[in-house]
Nanobody, 124 residues
Framework: QVQLVESGGGWVQAGGSLRLSCIIT????????MGWFRQAPGKEQEFVGR????????YLVDSVKDRFTISKDNAKNRMYLHMNDLKPDDTAIYYC?????????????????WGQGTQVTVSS
């Protein structure tokens, strides 16, 4: 069984930075990719980006790719979302997910494990 725990959320002014962490416990040998999603109040869950677990390939959606990046530390079973130049529109609960299959990383239904989420609030 895999468990995910996010941390690092908080309040920040526009233009600021935050680093979110996702700690993975349990067996990770079946994980193919890790993803970040977010959900703003009244909106649907939105894919932010993903990283291949046994590789370095990173994909981020256009709205954040110039400001966010994803990294990981396989030895520590951690994934990170580095967020710079934050904007009020980035306000959301951020979730990390882990998937075992090789299907689309953008579809949350393809993820097998989820964390509880961490709140990010960006004020103008």
């Amino acid at each position: 069984q895999v468990q995910l725990v996010e941390s690092g959320g908080g309040w920040v002014q526009a233009g600021g930075s935050l680093r979110l962490s996702c700690i993975i416990t349990g067996r990770t040998d079946s994980i193919t990719a890790m993803g970040w999603f977010r959900q703003a109040p009244g909106k649907e869950q939105e894919f932010v980006g993903r990283i291949i677990w046994n590789g370095d390939n990173v994909y981020l959606v256009d709205s954040v790719k110039d400001r966010f990046t994803i990294s990981k530390d396989n030895a520590k079973n951690r994934m990170y979302l580095h967020m710079n130049d934050l904007k009020p529109d980035d306000t959301a609960i951020y979730y990390c997910g882990a998937k075992r299959g090789h299907n689309s990383s953008e579809n949350p239904k393809n993820y097998d494990y989820w964390g509880q989420g961490t709140q990010v609030t960006v004020s103008s």
